[in-house]
């Protein structure tokens, strides 16, 4: 069954880049890798997803090497307003686990 | 943003007595979740739902009982609250092609005294 595991908690300081790396065990040949970011009384909420590579949008980075067991988001230049909660969900044939997620802090 | 809408949003209700949350979607997605939240847990999966009356068991199904008789609606029912299932309870739904993305609702919040 695939299963993601990442970091339980990462702090970091205003205007630094931030790098969370999700292993990804047994992922499936067609599926994409998918981040998902939650603040705090809200649900999360999508932010990025890529196949093979790297993807770039206005929030964040995904860099998947070749083998695609891993990912890694990358957040430029925090704020304090990047305090959350990131996910990578794992897909079970559509089953959806999204565990703990790394939970971000980000400091003045 | 997606058309999920979860209701009640929150509710208090007495040890023992049924209770049923309500999901609904307007965007046709196949998959529909239940997925229940606690501080440090993070987000754990109740049921889920792969179509109109396909419904399969999650992390944390016990307790739980789930129904789905068209494809914008997904009900979870507590058939006996207890207090080990106060918590916040989200929704979901996704589409299930590749590249797609899950939506979630904005929450439950229930408290059983």
């Known amino acids: 069954l695939a299963k993601t595991t990442q970091p339980i908690s990462m702090d970091s300081y205003e205007g630094q880049e931030v790098n969370i790396t999700c292993s990804h065990n047994?992922?499936?040949?067609?599926?994409?890798i998918t981040w998902y970011q939650q603040f705090p009384s809200q649900g999360p909420r999508f932010i990025i997803q890529?196949?093979?590579t790297k993807v770039t949008n206005e929030v964040a980075s995904l860099f998947i090497p070749a083998d695609r067991k891993s990912s890694t988001l990358s957040l430029p230049r925090v704020s304090l307003s990047d305090t959350a909660v990131y996910y990578c969900p794992s897909n079970q044939g559509g089953k959806l686990i999204f565990g703990q997620g790394t939970e971000l802090s980000v400091k003045p | 943003d997606a058309g999920i809408t979860q209701s009640p949003r929150h509710k208090v209700t007495e040890t023992g007595t049924p209770v049923t949350l309500r999901c609904h979607q307007t965007?046709?997605?196949?998959?529909m979740y239940w997925y229940r939240q606690d501080p440090g847990h993070g987000l754990r999966l109740i049921h889920y739902?792969?179509?109109?009356?396909?419904?399969d068991k999650g992390e944390v199904s016990d307790g739980y009982s789930v129904s789905r008789s068209k494809t914008e609606d997904f009900l979870l029912t507590l058939e006996s609250a207890t207090s080990s299932q106060t918590s916040v309870y989200f929704c979901a739904t996704f589409s299930g092609t590749g590249g797609s993305e899950a939506f979630f609702g904005q929450g439950t919040r229930l408290t059983v005294v």
């Open positions: 047994n992922i499936a040949t067609n599926d994409y």
């Open positions: 739902s792969y179509g109109v009356k396909d419904t």
């Open positions: 890529g196949y093979k």
């Open positions: 965007e046709n997605h196949r998959y």
